[in-house]
């Protein structure tokens, strides 16, 4: 039987680099796969439907969560966001860990239903490398970086719910950390219950102690 992929959720400040690292992560090795999102935000220059996210109007989204179609949502800055459950399942029995980089509310809905998934959150090395990321992108106004800190200041109230910290300092460094992380959680007693299950069972009916 092959083994079932993990439930991998990621969230990290604005700034953090946690979309970089999630792309390298999905394309570096290849028993991932990366959740693509519903939204009702429009599209910024360079998205497009169906690699980003799927761009659906509130009417559609709404529908979608009538149908059970979505394995938690989230409104987020007044759009709504979404991770759709078919593909999730699909990959998932396919042995693949499925990436889903998120906010801080669906992971905590995710790790609700599914508490075997793991929980990572992406920080920068310090809070000044933080504002020196955001501020290099150049396509944020002062008032709106200061906005993203104090929503990290916020956000940062929620990390010991998380599994397990990743600090993204360097790129190639990090991806692999992310890996090895990931490798070894595989391996804990709680996601393998049936197992170890399997395990105990036989030891109580195939070995009957007469030696
Ligand atoms: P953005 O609009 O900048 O692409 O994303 C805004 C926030 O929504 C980010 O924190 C992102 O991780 C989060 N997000 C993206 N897709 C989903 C989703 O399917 N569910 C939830 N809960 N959050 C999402």
Redesign the pocket.
Known sequence: MKKRGLLIVV?GF?GSGKGTLMKRLTGDYDNYALSV???T?KPRPGEVHGR??FFVTKEEFEQKIQDDGLI???V??E?Y???PRAYVEEQMAKGKNVV????I???LKVKERFPEAVLIFVLPPSVKELYRRLKERGTEAEDVIEKRMHRAEKEADTIDRYDYIMINDEVEESVKRLHSLIEAAHFTPGRNEEFIRGIKDDLRTLWKGDH
């Open positions: 969230s604005a999102s519903m939204t935000r980003e996210y938690e949502y989230a987020y800055v759009n966001y979404g991770t889903l980089e998120i906010e509310q669906g992971a």
